[in-house]
């Protein structure tokens, strides 16, 4: 079929499988993931609190860079900073439909459902074929580790709307040669750098691999990269003078990661060893990642049927040397660069850390299967690949909606806070809690306490809740008040001893035992 603006009956039956599919993304936010991850939390109730106050819960005003902290404890800093676009993105979003799981995650599924779209308007100027645009939307709708990490309130996939949407305005210019959408193609990178900190090394990286596109193609090179170098440099700057005019962010982030090579960091063995990793057929193909919180295990970071598309399309880019194929086999190679070069933690098989792999590879599968349906022969094997792909994916939406969920859980949220903060509200309902104190020991267990109340609207419990620190002597604790911690925490003997009684037990959402509420007597005393 050749190309035209205009899509043919049965690109159009596509299209609605596109847009079905697509839908996908947003249906049960507040339920798939079944729990609420720590990391989504601080995204969660920073934007909560820039949407009141234009402020973050650090009291800064408007801030570039959010620094994460245990809202419990004053003053407590992590040393770890987040970049700022996913806070700002979900603000409209708190601010109109209030703090939920669902309107946190909202945000980041509608940029995955944008990815898809985007996708599709790519492959409809690469591959001049409607029917292979709809294909490579379809295809990256159903790609399991962009399904499973869009669905969490996490700034892995911000980066990509402005990488695909850099590639489709390169695509553009090297069809027609506008001054206009290479410069569009600049900026994007440059605002990119404010998406997730693995931008700060891919961005520039995909920068010089634009000017090396413009220098090989048909147009005049000279003012179209200064256009694009310009427009890369706008936010650029921005970003150089934020970090120049924050010293302990520039600080705290340099000293989290391994950057550069000495006795006392990894060397260059082992960092080429990292990033050959992120082409392990088993990673990419069958397992998915080390982190169950970025794959199920039972599915790799694509469906197993993409594996021969790839080499086909591998195949086809070897024998056409097709510009825009060898981009993304260019982006593709760049995508694990940042964390071979920083080595931040748990680097191994994180799939989240590398999300600018997942379309490319989803791009060159389908060229793969463009040059499948050319040959009479394959055209059978290709189809029976599309099907694979379809009845595969129904294999693991099963699998992510059913039992993924109790294996992820204890990962996301291992006290299940939801249920505790439920359970605290309503012993308060029956009897006026004087205050809640929550153990230090758990994981994020002031952040999301934090989240919950906002959900429930009690910011009153929230103002009576205190942090309490396990491994010092406790404070004087008011009688009837209520502390929590895990089941498994050594205090709970103290406590009990103590003659605290158990007020309830809080089990994770596979019936594991998770934590524990214990009430103190009328005439609670100060352990020692």
Known sequence: MAWSDRPDPLSRVGLILVALTSAFYLVGLDRFPVVLGGDEAQFAVHAASLAESGRDLNGTRLPIFIRIADPLVPGNSSGIWYQPLLFYAMVPFVAILGVSEWSVRLPVALLAVADVWLIYAIGRRWFRDERYAVAAALTMAVTPAHLIVSRQALDYVAPLPFVLGWFLCLLHFLDTGRLRSITLAGFLLGAALFSYIA????????????VLAIV?????????????????AIPA?????????????????LGRYDVGVTASRPGLAERAA???????????????????TQATSRAGV???ALLPLILIGLREIWRTRSDRAMIAIAVIAAAPLPIALTMPPAAAYSIARAMTMVPFGVLIAVFGLQAMMRERRSRIVGAALLLAIALQFVRFAVDYRGDYQLRVAPRLDPANVRAIADTVIAEDARRSVPA??????????????????????RRDLWDRTRSLNAAHPLPAI???????????????????????GVAA????????PAALILRAPESSRALQ
């Not at 970003?239 to 005019?245: Q, R, S």
């Not at 008011?478 to 605290?500: F, H, K, Q, W």
């Open 216 to 232: 090989r193609s048909a147009w005049p090179g000279g003012r179209a990269i200064t256009a694009c170098a310009a427009a890369f």
């Open 274 to 292: 990292l990033y050959w990793d992120y082409f392990n057929p088993s990673f990419l193909f069958f397992a998915g990642g080390s982190s169950p």
């Open 436 to 457: 809640v104190y929550m153990s230090d020991n758990i994981d994020d267990g002031g952040v999301r306490w934090r989240f919950y109340m906002l959900k429930r609207a």
């Open 302 to 304: 694509f469906l197993l």
């Open 505 to 512: 037990a809080i089990a994770g959402v596979a019936g594991e």
């Open 237 to 253: 700057i921005l970003l150089a003078v934020a970090l120049l005019t924050n010293h302990e962010m520039l600080s705290n982030t």
């Open 478 to 500: 008011e009688p009837g008040a209520l502390v929590v911690c895990y089941a498994s925490d050594p205090i709970t003997s103290r406590l009990m001893n103590d003659r605290y």
């Open 199 to 210: 931008a700060w090394v891919l961005m520039p990286i995909l920068f010089l691999i634009t």
